[in-house]
């Protein structure tokens, strides 16, 4: 049974910093790109970073770019987002998810909320 755990949202000042995990289980996580969207009220979910299977490459939305760093740990079957000089534009619930390359089956996480705000 494939699960994705998202985890390290909440509540955070402008300007202040986050960092999400996305544990993996079920799927062989070693050989799957993962990747974090958000989703805000009222707008269609966005992609946000992307990271390859063995993590050299990455990818991340325009908006923010410089501010959050995707990475993640192979032997943990953990994703993690840091997200760094957070603005109230970043408020959304961020979602994990996982594209195993073998099956091309995408899985999602539950989601997390991420809310930026003084």
């Known amino acids: 049974q494939v699960q994705l755990v998202e985890s390290g949202g909440g509540l955070v000042q402008p300007g202040g910093s986050l960092r999400l995990s996305c544990a993996a289980s079920?799927?062989?996580?070693?050989?799957?790109?993962m990747r974090w969207y958000r989703q805000a009220p009222g707008k269609e979910r966005e992609l946000v970073a992307a990271i390859a299977s063995a993590g050299g490459l990455t990818n991340y939305a325009n908006s923010v770019k410089g501010r959050f760093t995707i990475s993640r740990d192979n032997g943990k079957n953990t994703v993690y987002l840091q997200m760094n000089r957070l603005n109230s534009e970043d408020t959304a619930v961020y979602y994990c998810?996982?594209?195993?390359?073998?099956?091309?089956?995408?899985?999602w996480g539950q989601g997390t909320q991420v809310t930026v705000s003084s």
């Open positions: 079920g799927f062989t996580f070693s050989s799957s790109a």
């Open positions: 998810n996982a594209l195993p390359y073998a099956s091309g089956t995408v899985y």
